[in-house]
């Protein structure tokens, strides 16, 4: 597995681990599969595990935990603070304040059993607290020791240059994927110009890329995706041309379509690191496989523009989830 650099001098896997999946959000959880999963992974090279105190709420901490008591190999964590739950409810308020980032941030490094967090990102911002202010919060934590790297999510291009005046900001987490490509306008320029690492969470779509997903019925109880605009039925009727092309292209390419998309996401920047989530080690394994596969200019422009005559429809989020996105 190759690696690459986030900001100046976060050196991880060319492509990460999500690991949201391993504790809720899409089905039921199996603990000693995703322990299975974590292991590959590292065998794979993947040393760049993305999680978050929200996921479970806590469990998805507390499941790296486990995987790392026993674990030799260096492996850089990220985690995130900011979007305050109750275990079994979606509904969550937002929390960026520098008092509770302290609080967040000790919490994560109990549970996660490690003395320093690699990257530390704040995963909304309430955009009635100056990052300023967040970010002066997130300052006393490096020097004390406790996290090593800042990152941002879902975050505006002003409010990245605000914040990275104050700090250097290591890396934005945003979703992007050949069907949300809202960060080029703006923030991927920016991260561009401040040398700023780039991290595409849902770099498959929430596996619609993959064309696994034909229609709504096709998720599971207590799939989230269910819910989502994006994916009701109407929207993807539509949606599902999208799918449909990467599949046929990657056909042509001799690889699937999961690996059609990270390699073209790879092909975006060097300073770009996707996190394909799974709970699975075949997807796992054939993600894992997209870091040696290279697209032409040619290829990566044909790709684009046949999926820039395709319109995307609907939200990415519920009205509830968008809160903080590009805050």
Not at 241 to 269: F, H, M, N, Y
Not at 303 to 320: F, M, N, W
């Amino acid at each position: 597995m190759q690696t690459r650099t986030l900001g100046s001098n976060l050196t991880v896997s060319a492509i990460g681990l999500g690991c949201m999946g391993m504790s809720e959000f899409y089905g039921p959880r199996d603990d000693s599969e995703s322990l299975r999963v974590l292991a590959r992974a590292v065998e794979l090279g993947i040393d760049f595990f993305d999680t978050a105190d929200m996921y479970g709420p806590h469990h998805n901490e507390e499941l790296i935990s486990c995987f790392l008591s026993s674990q030799k190999t260096k492996v850089r964590i990220a985690t995130k603070f900011g979007i305050v739950r109750n275990p079994g409810e979606y509904q969550r308020s937002l929390d960026s304040s520098g008092h509770y980032a302290r609080l967040a941030c000790e919490g994560s490094l109990r549970r996660l059993g490690i003395e320093q967090i690699d990257l530390y990102y704040v995963h909304r911002v309430n955009p009635e607290t100056p990052i300023e202010e967040t970010m002066e919060g997130l300052v006393q934590l490096v020097k004390e020791g406790k996290i090593a790297h800042i990152g941002l999510c879902e975050v505006s291009d002003e409010t990245l240059r605000r914040a990275h005046a104050v700090h250097p900001v290591t890396a934005v987490q945003t979703e992007y994927s050949l069907w949300t490509r809202d960060v080029e306008r703006t923030i991927l320029p920016t991260c561009k110009e401040l040398g700023i690492g780039f991290v595409p969470y849902s770099p498959l779509g929430r596996g619609f890329l993959t064309g696994r997903f034909q229609e709504n019925a096709d998720f599971g109880e207590g799939d989230f995706r269910s819910n989502l605009p994006r994916f009701s039925e109407q929207a993807m009727d539509t949606n599902r041309r999208i799918a449909e092309v990467i599949g046929d292209i990657a056909a042509l390419k001799s690889c699937t379509p999961a690996q059609l998309s990270l390699a073209w996401l790879l092909s975006k920047g060097d300073n770009i690191v996707p996190i394909p989530g799974t709970k699975r080690l075949r997807y796992l394994e054939e993600n894992a496989a997209a870091a040696s596969i290279k697209l032409t200019t040619d290829e990566q422009q044909k790709l684009e523009a046949a999926i820039a005559r395709l319109p995307v429809i609907g939200e990415r989020y519920t009205p509830e989830g968008m809160k903080g996105v590009n805050a």
